[in-house]
């Protein structure tokens, strides 16, 4: 499996698909190939067979706080918020200290005009998880629209702390 995932994070989706369906016939009741066959499916625009592949491999071991996670992101994708809103909340449950459902959640519930429970799921990562400057950046943008300028800048400062500048974009 791990050559799967190797080439399906180097984008090499062909080939980590044929591997898949090698493994899925050797094993098919191994819930992390179902899993990161279903993450792949939706990586190639087929969502609904991903959304099927993550739900039999939650059937098999319903305690993935990843496969949960992974789920949300498809359901965000297909437009299906509270879907995916429920799944974020659950693969928080499994794992409370999962700072990416906790950021993707707190994408959805700004969009939903939610600022207070965004702001409290952005702060819940940036506690887990202090190197990633997406999250600041989202809270940043979060309070600047609350005319909170100066946590604003604070998240801001943060972010270009955490993301330097290549020599060639800095002129």
Sequence with gaps: ML??????KDGRLDEADEIYGKLLELAPDHPGVRHYAGVLAHQRGESDHGVALIEQSLALQPDQADCYSNLGIIFKAQGKVEEAVAAYERAIALNPTHAGA???????????????EAEAAYRSACRLDPTRSDVYQNL?????????TREAAECFCRVTTLTPQHPEERR
């Design 3 to 8: 050559v799967a995932t190797a080439f399906q």
């Design 140 to 148: 940043g943008i979060l309070l600047h629209r609350q005319q909170r």
């Design 102 to 116: 906790y950021c993707n959640l707190g994408v959805l519930l700004s969009a939903q005009g939610k600022p207070t």
